[in-house]
């Protein structure tokens, strides 16, 4: 047992520390395996709490969070968060990507690359139709110490998809990454897929109707 508290616990690249949440909407916190030591990553700056932490491919923290937060509409936090990027070795503020996503962004493990999906309300322009959900990916990229996107493109659109289903990338497939891993919810109650990301084809891998996958 490592802590009394915490969720969506992450090995760092070296399997020395575990990042983690103190809990949904709260802090990012890291623990030093060999110390049992406890830094609280986000304690220096105020926010409204980050649903998602995960370790970048040179060190650095990527969160995912809410700029506003009411406490009797969680649901709408949800919808509401942003992507930042984290220098944990330092006390600056994170940086903001300028994009929103919709539950867990995916880090590759090996270079400076994130995927992360827009539901219908989060879509720049609100030019998607309601129910429908992209997955997209980019280039974390840094200029003058200040990380930005880069290359963004789309992966896959739900709209082009032969069943409605709401996507959500889960991870690059070790040990090339050249497929992701996401969630299809609402399609058979929820099936995983991979996507070959040079053909676009798709694998059905639970292909479990009727079980949440």
């Avoid at 330092?90 to 270079?111: D, F, I, Q, Y």
Wanted: proline fraction near 8%.
């Amino acid at each position: 047992k490592l802590t009394g508290f915490g969720e969506r616990a992450e090995f760092s690249l070296d399997s020395t520390r575990v990042l983690f949440l103190s809990k949904t909407f709260g802090d990012a916190m890291e623990i030093d395996l060999a110390t049992g030591v406890i830094r609280n990553l986000t304690a220096h700056f105020p926010h409204h709490g980050f649903t998602r932490a995960l370790y970048l491919a040179n060190g650095h923290i990527l969160l995912s969070g809410p700029t506003e937060f009411n406490p009797a509409s969680v649901a709408a936090a949800r919808t509401n968060c942003w992507l930042f990027v984290l220098d944990p070795a330092g006390n600056a503020r994170p940086h903001p990507l300028g994009v929103k996503a919709a539950e867990g962004p995916v880090p590759s493990r090996k270079r400076m690359h994130i995927a992360w999906s827009y539901r219908a309300a989060q879509f720049p322009g609100g030019e998607m139709p309601p129910g429908s959900s992209q997955m997209h990916e980019a280039d974390i990229v840094y200029e003058n110490g200040v990380p930005k996107l880069a290359n963004q493109r789309k992966i896959l659109d739900s709209r082009d998809l032969p069943f409605r289903a709401t996507l959500e990338p889960q991870n690059y497939r070790p040990p090339q990454e050249r497929e992701l891993i996401f969630s299809a919810y609402d399609y058979q109650q929820g099936e995983v897929f991979g996507i070959d990301l040079t053909s676009g084809k798709l694998t059905n891998y639970s292909n479990g109707p009727g079980v949440y996958d």
